[in-house]
């Protein structure tokens, strides 16, 4: 018995490696689904936004003679967004960039469309437009939710791939950007209208 002892234990070492091994490749693959769920969540919230939008462009258009520029700089900045596609498990920071800027042109066109509407105060009596107003501010405070959580999952993701012994096994595993905001991003967009002190100043 004591001849096959060396040979069970390096059996047993073999065993042991092999075990801590795989429990490394099951976490790396543990905090990439948590990723990839978080992005898709990011993605839904977006998603939810740009048909608000959308909804929110017809309203306008079907009650007053809007400004045309307007319309269409918001119907161009929405189309423009929503085609920037990501693939979080291959995702780099150029991407995630250009993703966050078209986002923040869309922000950018919609706060300009909003500014404009309260020229035409007919609209504070279309319920359409007030719900989707309420939807829109509500929407906003999701997406802020999502990009943190997905913040806080690219953390854990990067902490575990990236430290020693786990990144020596773990090449395939690339770092992942964090989704920083554009300037202007860290607030949501103001969606709140004073039709009654516009028309206390006719």
């Known amino acids: 018995m004591r001849k096959f002892l060396p040979v069970i234990v390096i059996v047993g070492l073999l065993v042991i490696g092999f075990m801590w091994y795989m429990g ?3 976490g790396a693959l543990g905090v990439n689904q948590e990723v990839n769920k978080e992005w898709g969540n990011v993605e839904t919230s977006y998603q ?3 048909d608000l939008i959308g909804n929110l462009v017809k309203t306008v258009q079907g009650s007053a003679d809007f400004e045309k520029s307007t319309l269409e700089a918001v119907i161009k900045a929405r189309s423009e967004a929503t085609s920037v596609k990501i693939d979080p498990t291959n995702m780099t920071p150029e991407q995630l960039t250009q993703f966050n800027q078209a986002q923040g042109n869309l ?3 919609l706060s300009r469309l909003l500014v404009t509407v309260e020229q035409y105060p007919d609209l504070k009596a279309n319920q359409n437009f007030l719900k989707l107003q309420d939807e829109l501010a509500s929407t906003e405070n999701q997406i802020l939710t999502a990009r943190t959580r997905f913040n806080e999952s690219v953390k854990s993701y990067n902490n575990y ?3 020693m012994p786990n990144s020596w096994f773990l090449g395939e595993y690339k770092e992942k950007p964090y989704f920083d905001a ?3 991003a860290e607030k949501p967009v103001d969606v709140e ?3 009654d002190k516009k028309a206390e100043t006719k």
């Open 107 to 109: 922000n950018s066109s």
């Open 193 to 195: 209208f004073n039709f």
């Open 161 to 163: 791939v990236l430290r």
């Open 24 to 26: 490394i490749k099951n």
């Open 48 to 50: 939810r936004r740009n």
């Open 182 to 184: 554009v300037a202007g």
